[in-house]
């Protein structure tokens, strides 16, 4: 008898179990089939996400930015940029870009840069070399607005302030005019230059201090400055392979040479230290407008 009504209890218990069980398949059918007709919503789709493990986003702000902005395409308006350009501390500290990038004349704002208006930033610099500064709907990683404010200027410390137009840049400059061969100039005008401390700027580190070999640790981005083979092998040539290595030194092309950006460019804003974050939040959502085709409404 008690056996009896525990077998009932039981069996019902397992109807119960299992009618739920197929109540949820149906609701889920359901959630599926309205889904087909309606897309999810932004919100909706990160919460799906979160569920299935698919989001990635850490507490930092990097990643949220990362995952949230930028892997979702969210459309960038131009006031958003403005709002950046104008406000300091937004790409890591320092002044507003618009206070010194403040309009077209040279005399008044630096490198007659307008960073203060949206046709401004799409014209670029007005001062000779007059040059844009990005290409509105690529890629602007290796363009002159986004690597002022990813690239540290080198020797790694080096201030903003150093001169570059003493004899020294000047030899680099012509070794790579002139086709960047592994000749006498080079041999015993250029290659000392890397190896020796002080060589473009008081009180800084001879480059292969950092850069000695192809591996990484301890050589930053396994570039070799020591010699001419492997300064033209160039960086990351482990990690990427021989073939894809990222070349530093373009013969002939002094503009599209790395290494030549990398003596003479200052990080934006000025003065910003090395050690601040080079993938700040609000470079990828300046990279992600001009992505988007950098439109001004
Ligand atoms: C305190 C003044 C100051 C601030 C603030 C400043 N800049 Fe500059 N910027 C300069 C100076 C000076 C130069 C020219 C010297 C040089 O090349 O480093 C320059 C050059 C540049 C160039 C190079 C243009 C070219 O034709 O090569 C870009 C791009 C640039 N700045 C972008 C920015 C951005 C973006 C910000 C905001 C994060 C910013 N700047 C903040 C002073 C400033
Ligand atoms: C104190 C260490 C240090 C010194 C000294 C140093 N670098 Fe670097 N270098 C770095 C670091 C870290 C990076 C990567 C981060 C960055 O670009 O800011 C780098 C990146 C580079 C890159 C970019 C490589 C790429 O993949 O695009 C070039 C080119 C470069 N350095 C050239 C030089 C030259 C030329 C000198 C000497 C004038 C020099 N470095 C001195 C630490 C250093």
Not at 98 to 115: E, I, M, N, V
Not at 141 to 157: A, T, V
Not at 258 to 285: K, Y
Request: net charge positive; hydrophobic share 35%; charged share 25%.
């Amino acid at each position: 008898m008690f056996n009896h009504v525990q077998k009932i209890t039981k069996q019902r218990l397992l109807g119960l179990i299992g009618s739920a069980a197929i109540t949820l398949v149906v609701c889920l059918a359901g959630q599926v089939h309205a889904d087909e007709k309606k897309p999810r919503t932004l919100a909706e789709q990160l919460i799906h996400d979160v569920r299935e493990g698919k989001v990635k986003a850490n507490s930092d702000d990097a990643g949220a930015v990362q995952e949230l902005i930028v892997r979702r395409n969210i459309p960038i308006t131009y006031q958003t940029i403005n709002t950046l350009m104008h406000t300091p501390n937004a790409f890591g500290p320092g002044a507003a870009c618009a206070t010194c990038h403040t309009g077209k004349d040279p005399a008044k704002s630096y490198r007659g840069l307008d960073l203060s208006t949206c046709k401004g930033m799409i014209e670029g610099s007005t001062e000779e070399p007059k040059r844009a500064i990005f290409q509105a709907g690529t890629d602007p990683k290796r363009d002159i607005l986004i690597r002022r404010l990813r690239n540290n200027r080198m020797p790694l410390g080096a201030g903003f302030h150093l001169p570059s137009d003493t004899p020294n840049y000047a030899a680099v400059k012509k070794w790579i005019v002139d086709g960047a061969k592994d000749d006498e100039h080079f041999k015993k005008n250029v290659g000392p230059l890397f190896r020796k401390a002080n060589a473009f700027g008081p009180n800084t580190p001879a480059c292969t201090a950092c850069h000695m070999s192809n591996q990484e640790p301890p050589s930053f981005h396994e570039l070799n400055l020591r010699t001419h083979a492997g300064i033209m092998l160039g960086a990351d040539s482990v990690a990427k392979g021989v073939d894809k290595a990222t070349k530093v030194v373009i013969p002939g092309d002094l503009d599209a040479s790395f290494l030549w950006q990398h003596l003479v460019e200052d990080r934006m804003p000025p003065g910003i230290s090395p050690a601040e974050n080079r993938d700040h939040p609000s470079t990828s959502i300046l990279s992600l407008w001009i992505k988007q085709g950098a439109k001004c409404d």
